[in-house]
């Protein structure tokens, strides 16, 4: 069934495109049909004018030149890609890399982990174990460089964020904030309750470009050893399946 999305001008040369006002796999998949649907447009030279889209959770944001499309034109664009979406089969559209991601995990890589077990009831295996147990899905990049939004994690270790949120936190650190588990790409200030740590590095400025990663890929985590995460610290990922 077709949902018209809610396409709207957002101050500047931005087009905004909701889908909803929620957190779901399902309304994230609507975004990604599009983004990709926009983007095949775009490389077959069918759309001219588009400077950046960004995919959200359950959003896109276009930036464009007014000088070659106009806000009507667009509007017309996306409407018209919009509703031909439930013909696409998102996995076909996108193509996902899966990548395997080495997971120091407790101790002074996951300095959060005695709170997590506190709030759930399980001991550090038994998180390692569901948290290593399924294979996630990237929702969106953001909110610093190299950093991945996955979801959704198990409802036996989904964890509210921390009260109060650290003014730094390393980069690779492996978080949980609700349902969802992330990767921080660079070293910041963040609430997500941090349960291990990756030597892989998911963000290089020196690198074309600085992260392979995008919306819709498939991660999946496994445990490691400190000494094994000494030997792979500062790699770049690149362990795709």
Aim: glycine letters at 8%.
């Amino acid at each position: 069934m077709y949902t018209r999305p809610l396409i709207k001008a957002s101050g500047g040369y931005v087009v905004h495109v909701e889908f909803c006002n929620e957190v779901s796999m399902s309304c994230n998949k609507k975004v990604h049909a599009l983004y990709y649907m926009f983007l095949k447009e775009l490389n077959e030279g069918r759309i001219d004018g588009i400077t950046d889209v960004v995919p959200a959770y359950s959003s896109m944001t276009v930036f464009y030149d007014p000088r070659k499309i106009s806000y009507k034109e667009l509007f017309r664009v996306i409407e018209d890609l919009s509703r031909h979406m439930t013909d696409v089969d998102l996995d076909k559209v996108l193509r996902p890399e899966k990548y395997r991601v080495p997971v120091a995990y407790g101790g002074e890589f996951g300095p959060d982990m005695s709170s997590v077990a506190e709030l759930t009831g399980l001991n550090e295996d038994e998180i390692v174990k569901i948290h290593t147990s399924r294979i996630y899905r990237c929702y969106m990049l953001g909110f610093t460089p190299g950093f991945i939004y996955l979801g959704d994690v198990d409802e036996k270790i989904a964890v509210p964020r921390l009260p109060t949120p650290r003014t730094r936190i390393e980069p690779g650190s492996v978080g949980i904030a609700g349902k969802q588990t992330g990767i921080y790409g660079v070293a910041s200030p963040g609430g997500w309750r941090l349960i291990g740590r990756t030597p892989v590095r998911t963000f290089d400025p020196d690198r074309k470009p600085p992260t392979p990663l995008k919306p819709g890929d498939l991660f999946e985590f496994y445990p490691i050893s400190r000494d094994e995460f000494q030997k792979l610290k500062g790699k770049f990922i690149l362990e795709v399946q």
